[in-house]
C-alpha cells in the first residue's frame, strides 16, 4: 500500500467544505471517509459500491436500477449532497449502469454539488476495484483487492460520461501533478446551476426548511423519558459521538447535530435486509463491512430504535459484539420495543419535534405485529447482551392501549 496525494480533492475539501456538509462516498468502506469528514464537523454517508459490483460479478449479472434501489440506502434519505467521491468506480461500471445510478441520486443534488472520480491511464487495470484509504490529510492509500487479476483498461470517453450523468459539467482535470500517483487523472466535475430551486443555505442539514416532517394525522406522540433526559443532558454538555441506526432519520439531524460533535448515521435495517436478500452474509450474520468505523472512534450514544424487532438472535449478540470496540464504560444503548406480541412488517418511523420549550418524539407505523421476533421478554434481551446492563427503563401506553418498552443500556467495561 502506497500513500498519495489527491491534489484536486484535497482542494476540494480544504476550499469548500464547510461544517455540517454532506458527504456521499460512492467507495468502500474501508475508506475511513468517516474519521476523515468527521474532522471537518460533516455528515458522510458510504454506500460501498465496490462490494455490490463485486457480488454482482459473481453471478455474471451487472448493477441494475434494482440492484442500486436495494443497495443504497442514502436514495430514502431527504438529504442533498456537497461532494460526491466515486474514486476508481467509473472503470467498473457501464455506462447504463452510471446513467442508472446518477439517475437515481439526481434528486439528491444541488447546483453546488462537487463530483470528484479517478481515471487510470495505464494499459492495465485490476479487475476489480481498489480499496482506497484516506488519511486525515486527505490524502489517500491504495491498494489491489487480494487476488485480483489484470484486465485491459478501457476507460469511457469523457464525452459520453458526461452524457451519462447530465447534470454535471467538467471543472477540472488533473493529472502527472508533484505529489500524485502517477497513472492516474482526476476529475472535478460541478452540477449545472439552476436545475434545482433550494438553494446551498436551504439544504444545509439542520435547516428546518430541507426536513421531511411527519403528518400530524399519522403520528402520535411517543413519551421515553430515559432517552429525553439524556438528551436534556447533552444539551448542557455536548457529547462526541452519537451513532443514529433509524431508516428514517428525517428530522432526527438538526437537533443531533446540536447535543453532539459528530452524528454518525447507519441504516441497519436496510442493510441486513439487503445481505438477506443477496445472501451475502457468508462469514457474518451482520456483513463483513457494518458498523465498522474508525478504531480510534468512540460512541457516547446509539440510538437502535426498534431494530431488534428485525434482527435475529444471532444478529443481535453480534452486534452487541460489534460495537463493544466502540465504547467507552458506561456509554449507552437505547431500544424501544414492544412489551407484548411479535413484529411488524418493518420499522416504525420515529421523529423530533423541537420548540424553544421542550422536544417531542413522535412515531409512525406500529412497534408491534404478527411477524416472529426474537426478543420476547426483558429476559431475552439481557440474556443476548451480556457486554451491558440495564440502567433505566420505562414502560409506556400508546393512544391504542398497547404497551411499550423504553431500555437504556450501558457498556460495563473490559
Request: net charge neutral; glycine share 4%; aromatic share 10%.
Amino acid at each position: 500500500m502506497k500513500h498519495y496525494q489527491a491534489i484536486t480533492l484535497s482542494n476540494v475539501l480544504q476550499q469548500n467544505v464547510s461544517p455540517k456538509d454532506v458527504i456521499l462516498d460512492l467507495g468502500p468502506f474501508a475508506s475511513g471517509t468517516t474519521e476523515a469528514f468527521l474532522k471537518k464537523k460533516c455528515r458522510c454517508y458510504v454506500e460501498d459500491i465496490p462490494e455490490l459490483i463485486n457480488e454482482l460479478n459473481e453471478a455474471e449479472q451487472e448493477p441494475s436500477k434494482e440492484a442500486f434501489k436495494q443497495h443504497l440506502m442514502v436514495l430514502d434519505q431527504p438529504v442533498k449532497f456537497d461532494v460526491i467521491l466515486v474514486w476508481d468506480l467509473f472503470h467498473y461500471l457501464s455506462l447504463n449502469s452510471i446513467q442508472i445510478l446518477f439517475k437515481l441520486l439526481s434528486s439528491k443534488l444541488k447546483p453546488s454539488t462537487l463530483l470528484h472520480a479517478m481515471r487510470y491511464t495505464g494499459d492495465y487495470i485490476s479487475s476489480r476495484p481498489a480499496v482506497f484509504k484516506f488519511n486525515s490529510d486527505f490524502s489517500y492509500e491504495r491498494t489491489a483487492f487480494p487476488n485480483s487479476g489484470k484486465v485491459p483498461n478501457t476507460p469511457h470517453p469523457t464525452v459520453k460520461l458526461l452524457m451519462q450523468i447530465e447534470h454535471f459539467e467538467l471543472d477540472n482535470t488533473l493529472m502527472n501533478r508533484v505529489g500524485m500517483e502517477k497513472g492516474i487523472t482526476e476529475f472535478l466535475l460541478k452540477c449545472r446551476g439552476g436545475i434545482y430551486s433550494a438553494t446551498k443555505e436551504a439544504t444545509k442539514i439542520g435547516n428546518p426548511t430541507s426536513l421531511m416532517q411527519p403528518s400530524a394525522d399519522n403520528s402520535v406522540s411517543l413519551e421515553l423519558p430515559n432517552l429525553s433526559k439524556q438528551f436534556k443532558l447533552f444539551e448542557q454538555y455536548p457529547v462526541s459521538n452519537i451513532l443514529d441506526c433509524t431508516p428514517a432519520q428525517s428530522s432526527h439531524v438538526g437537533y443531533l447535530n446540536e447535543i453532539s460533535e459528530n452524528l454518525i448515521q447507519e441504516d441497519l435495517y436496510t442493510r441486513l435486509s439487503w445481505l438477506k436478500k443477496t445472501n451475502v452474509n457468508r462469514d457474518s450474520s451482520l456483513g463483513q463491512q457494518t458498523l465498522q468505523y474508525d478504531r480510534n472512534t468512540k460512541l457516547d450514544l446509539i440510538l437502535l430504535w426498534d431494530l431488534f424487532n428485525f434482527c435475529s438472535t444471532q444478529q443481535i449478540i453480534e452486534l452487541g459484539q460489534r460495537l463493544v470496540q466502540y465504547l467507552d464504560k458506561n456509554s449507552h444503548i437505547h431500544i424501544v420495543l414492544a412489551r407484548t406480541g411479535g413484529a411488524p412488517k418493518k420499522p416504525a418511523e420515529f421523529y423530533f419535534e423541537t420548540t424553544q420549550e421542550n422536544l417531542k418524539i413522535k412515531m409512525i407505523g406500529p412497534i408491534n405485529g404478527t411477524q416472529a421476533r426474537a426478543i420476547k421478554t426483558t429476559r431475552d434481551l439481557v440474556y443476548l447482551l451480556p457486554q451491558y446492563k440495564v440502567t433505566a427503563y420505562y414502560l409506556g401506553t400508546l393512544p391504542n392501549g398497547e404497551n411499550y418498552q423504553e431500555f437504556l443500556f450501558a457498556y460495563k467495561g473490559a
